[in-house]
């Protein structure tokens, strides 16, 4: 059974910076796009960053450009965002996603279709303090 698991959530302050994991089991890792996706209390979720099967392309959304960096390590079988210059408008819950999908599709995809998206984690928290 596919399993993700994120880790690495908590406070921070403002300008601050925290490195999200997502460990990845029950699948063939490096044969699959994965994701970054968030939700802030009240809010849709929403595409955060994707990282292609190889590591070679990323995507990020345009809030976070600049600031946060998306990479994998498959020889671990798990994928990263570090987040730096976290802003209050940073705090929700971060998904991590797995699909077979390219990056550019998952990127731009309707939030209404993300159930469809192949394996999720159940999220960390990621609170950001002014």
């Known amino acids: 059974q596919v399993q993700l698991v994120e880790s690495g959530g908590g406070l921070v302050q403002a300008g601050g910076s925290l490195r999200l994991s997502c460990a990845a089991s029950?699948?063939?890792?490096?044969?699959?796009?994965m994701g970054w996706f968030r939700q802030a209390p009240g809010k849709e979720r929403e595409f955060v960053a994707a990282i292609s099967w190889s590591g070679g392309y990323t995507h990020c959304a345009d809030s976070v450009k600049g600031r946060f960096t998306i990479s994998r390590d498959n020889a671990e079988n798990t994928v990263y965002l570090q987040m730096n210059s976290l802003k209050p408008e940073d705090t929700a819950v971060y998904y991590c996603?797995?699909?077979?999908?390219?990056?550019?599709?998952?990127?731009?995809?309707?939030?209404?279709?993300?159930?469809?998206?192949?394996?999720w984690g159940k999220g960390t928290l990621v609170t950001v303090s002014s």
């Open positions: 029950g699948l063939t890792f490096s044969s699959y796009t």
């Open positions: 996603a797995a699909d077979r999908s390219p990056a550019s599709t998952i990127a731009t995809m309707s939030p209404t279709d993300y159930y469809d998206l192949d394996a």
